[in-house]
């Protein structure tokens, strides 16, 4: 059992090493940057993009039903009497079918005051992204993950392939020296001045090449070629069209129409979860949503 002394902020680095350890490896942190959570973002925004929803009442806004339905994997719809028929984030559970599905559905809303306990197919609807009602917060972090390390290496690789000398230092002054005229050179400073001291007796500089062909060591286009296959990965995941293969001077129909298949495959998955659950909405509150893909998938098709 833990200590009181964790119960409270501040938490000291053994505490968070082992809350955070559980959900992702000790040595290899990309999320909580400012980078990981552009590509949250990004990849979440495109995942959405897949779906186009009409006929949703006017006074239900667009972002928060998209954002509650892709994110948490489930929105409940039910009435209230103040504010009509809305939809809203909510927990499943406390009651579980005969088939292990869930009964009750829990929503809580400052503005409500209150919690609602609702019954579902009784007083409130669920419509679901997938399946499992999970959402698709796993999927965005992991390609976000996989694209914040790259980029980050190649970040990395370009400012190193600028200058790559080691240098030499007889004392902790000497050595901050050195750091201090390499960032003043590498941030494009007309003019660097040292002191005279931090030359070697024989008035040689106390420096050399640690690897004379650096452009041996850049990478950089792999990485971004890197960042484009892992982005077309994703689009492939989540119903986006692409090739996903590598440009080639031969690349057959067959192959483009195979891709055309594994893109749709769990794309079409999600829009027949999702249409299941707005037909049971419409049906309960006498709507008019509907959900299709925004993307044409029939290329293959079309061609015969």
Request: net charge neutral; charged share 20%; with cysteine.
């Amino acid at each position: 059992m833990l200590n009181s002394q964790y119960k409270k902020p501040p938490y000291s680095y053994d505490f968070i090493n082992l809350t955070t350890s559980m959900g992702q490896p000790n040595i290899v942190h990309s999320s909580n940057t400012t980078v990981f959570n552009f590509y949250v973002r990004y990849l979440l925004q495109k995942l959405i993009s897949v779906f186009k929803f009409e006929g949703l009442p006017d006074y239900w806004p667009l972002n928060y039903f998209t954002y509650v339905l892709f994110g948490y994997g489930s929105i409940a719809v039910f009435n209230t009497d103040r504010y009509g028929v809305i939809c809203q984030a909510c927990t499943l559970g406390d009651r579980i079918t005969l088939f292990k599905q869930p009964k009750i559905a829990l929503v809580t809303n400052p503005v409500f005051r209150k919690e609602y306990k609702l019954e579902i197919g009784r007083n409130c609807e669920i419509i679901k992204m997938q399946p499992d009602f999970h959402g698709a917060m796993d999927i965005v972090s992991t390609y976000a993950d996989l694209l914040t390390m790259a980029i980050e290496a190649a970040g990395i690789n370009m400012y190193n392939s600028k200058m790559a000398y080691v240098f030499f230092a007889k004392s902790k002054a000497m050595a901050e020296t050195y750091k201090k005229a390499y960032d003043q050179v590498s941030s494009g400073s007309p003019m660097t001045v040292i002191d005279k001291s931090v030359m070697n007796e024989d008035g040689s500089m106390p420096w050399q090449f640690f690897m004379p062909d650096i452009g041996k060591n850049y990478i950089t286009g792999d990485l971004l070629q890197d960042m484009r296959t892992i982005e077309n990965q994703f689009n492939t995941f989540v119903g986006i069209p692409n090739a996903n293969t590598q440009k080639r001077e031969r690349l057959i129909s067959s192959e483009v129409e195979a891709n055309d298949i594994e893109v749709q495959s769990l794309a079409t998955l999600w829009l027949e979860t999702i249409q299941e659950g707005i037909e049971k909405v419409n049906n309960m509150f006498d709507l008019n949503i509907s959900v299709k893909h925004r993307y044409n998938y029939n290329r293959g098709a079309e061609n015969g």
